[in-house]
């Protein structure tokens, strides 16, 4: 088995780990050593070219066991090693509606809370009903409800701490051949439906996929535009002055594509702020490069290392930063390295 860690992550960068440990099933995990880090598909994570000096535990617990059936809904435990493709692929074949727009998002399930992962309209916060973890701190196994993972956009309390191992996690879904009311614009243009329609679950996951696909978004070997960690940043969420100096900065350039909310904050587009800041798609010839496709994602295209894709997302950061004065911060966890 190789140590490096490249061969564990889809970004294929970081230098090698101590040693490797596999769980296979919940058990395993939770008696997986106390400093070990935990990792799963990879897909989120950007490991130092350093490594990681000491014990990593792959996830490898795979399973989805349905909990209860009601009249509406059904409830299904899902293990942290699932992946999560296959998680949303089995919801749509079975008439659970939920997650189809989440369909092509790599990694495992386990991790979907930790990220409180989001896409088109849609995260898993709105369907977790529990997460299964151990308290590394204590060692015990809690079920933890929603209020207690703390979920907010793109994190919850698991995200930037070693102190939980996720098991398994609960979904709660609607017994439903359709999907739930389209809320995306872009995925309501490619369906042909308006905001709020449903559309049959297989519908709303063939046009997710296509989507995702002409973003370099779903994993494929034959394609290096997707060896990446998907969106690199997270989309800036401003108070409304700095929305308002943003938009002064912007002048000339168009309306920042935003999304207000009824707390008063905007969020922004961050793919709108890298290209009108000069980085357009393919930007940074060489082995670590920003997607053909999409400007959210840094690709590597091999024979780089994880110092150059820092150096990228960094220069990227700085860049923004100087032009519209709005600081963006990374999405991945950050593994023995740093922005």
């Not at 994880?306 to 990374?330: C, Q, S, Y």
Request: hydrophobic letters at 40%.
């Amino acid at each position: 088995m190789p140590d490096s860690l490249s061969a564990y992550t889809t970004l294929g960068l970081g230098g090698p780990a101590q040693r490797v440990l596999i769980a296979t099933n919940a058990d395993e995990l939770a008696q997986s050593p106390a400093n070990s880090f935990i990792l799963a598909g990879g897909s989120n994570v950007v490991v130092g070219d350093g490594g990681y000096p000491g014990t990593v535990v792959l996830v490898r617990s795979v399973g989805v066991t349905v909990r209860e059936v009601e009249a509406d809904t059904v409830t299904v435990t899902v293990e942290a090693g699932e992946p999560w493709d296959r998680v949303v692929a089995q919801a749509v074949e079975a008439g659970w509606s939920g997650i189809e727009c989440l369909s092509g998002v790599p990694g495992s399930a386990g991790a979907t809370p930790i990220q409180n992962v989001g896409a088109y309209g849609q995260e898993v916060a709105e369907t977790i009903t529990a997460v299964r973890a151990l308290d590394r701190t204590t060692g015990e196994r809690l079920v933890m409800t929603p209020e207690e993972c703390r979920f907010a956009y793109r994190t919850s309390v698991f995200k930037h701490s070693d102190r939980w191992v996720v098991l398994s996690v609960d979904f709660r879904l609607a017994r439903s051949p359709e999907s739930a009311p389209v809320r995306y614009a872009e995925l309501a243009r490619a369906l042909g439906v308006e905001i709020g329609h449903r559309v049959p679950l297989a519908d709303a996951r063939a046009a997710v996929l296509e989507l995702r696909a002409g973003k370099g978004m779903v994993l494929d070997q034959a394609d290096p535009d997707t060896r990446s960690v998907g969106s690199f940043f997270t989309n800036p969420v401003l108070e409304a002055a700095a929305y308002t100096a943003l938009r002064e900065r912007a002048a000339g350039l168009g309306e920042p594509p935003s999304w207000p909310s009824p707390e008063g904050v905007v969020k922004v587009s961050a793919a709108w702020l890298i290209d009108k800041a000069g980085f357009t798609k393919g930007y940074g010839p060489g082995p670590v490069s920003i997607s053909t496709k999409h400007t959210l994602a840094l690709t590597h295209r091999g024979g780089g290392s994880t110092a150059d894709l820092l150096g990228l997302a960094r220069e990227i950061r700085d860049g923004v930063k100087n032009r519209f004065g709005v600081t963006l911060h990374p999405e991945p966890v950050l593994v023995n390295c740093e922005l």
